[in-house]
């Protein structure tokens, strides 16, 4: 089975597992059914370790990159560009102000994986999608 590498990335003090399994689902629905999924993750708290928990809570595998947040600040976007070279999406959970994930999304959306970004605000209830972008360069329908 062809494989779909998906790196689940965002601000480090994302923590809404909820809004962060919905987003995944939506862009998993079709591909799951045809594709091995496996996270990226780069073992940064936050959104990367909630992509973690979402692996292991669907059966998926995850390919990890980095050393549980020992990498320094300096050294993660050399690490990030390694990620997003193998990754086939990259869905990015950002509150429009973390320079660190800003970083991330502009090395990302230079390269050719699939591109998303869920933009979220703090409400009284956790983290509300405020808004979100898409850049796709392949059909989400999974390969046959």
């Keep these: 089975m062809e494989e779909f590498k998906l790196m689940v990335t965002g601000d480090r003090y994302f923590n809404d597992y ?3 399994e919905k987003c995944v ?5 079709d591909l ?5 999924i496996i996270i990226v993750s780069g073992l940064s708290e936050g959104a990367n370790l909630l992509g973690e928990q979402y692996a292991a809570a669907h059966g998926y595998e995850v390919d ?9 600040p300096l050294l993660r976007p050399e690490l990030y560009l390694k990620m997003a070279w193998i990754a086939d999406a990259c869905i990015c959970f950002w509150d429009g102000k973390c320079e660190v ?3 991330i999304i502009e090395q990302v959306n230079a390269l050719p994986p699939i591109l998303i970004i869920i933009k979220y605000v703090a409400g ?4 509300v999608i405020k808004d979100y972008w898409q850049r796709f360069d392949l059909q989400i329908k999974a390969a046959g």
């Design 64 to 72: 990890e990159y980095g050393d549980s947040g020992q990498i320094t």
């Design 124 to 127: 009284e209830e956790g983290p």
């Design 101 to 103: 994930t800003k970083q």
């Design 32 to 36: 799951k059914k045809a594709r091995e």
């Design 25 to 29: 689902n939506i862009l998993l629905a």
């Design 18 to 20: 909820i809004l962060l």
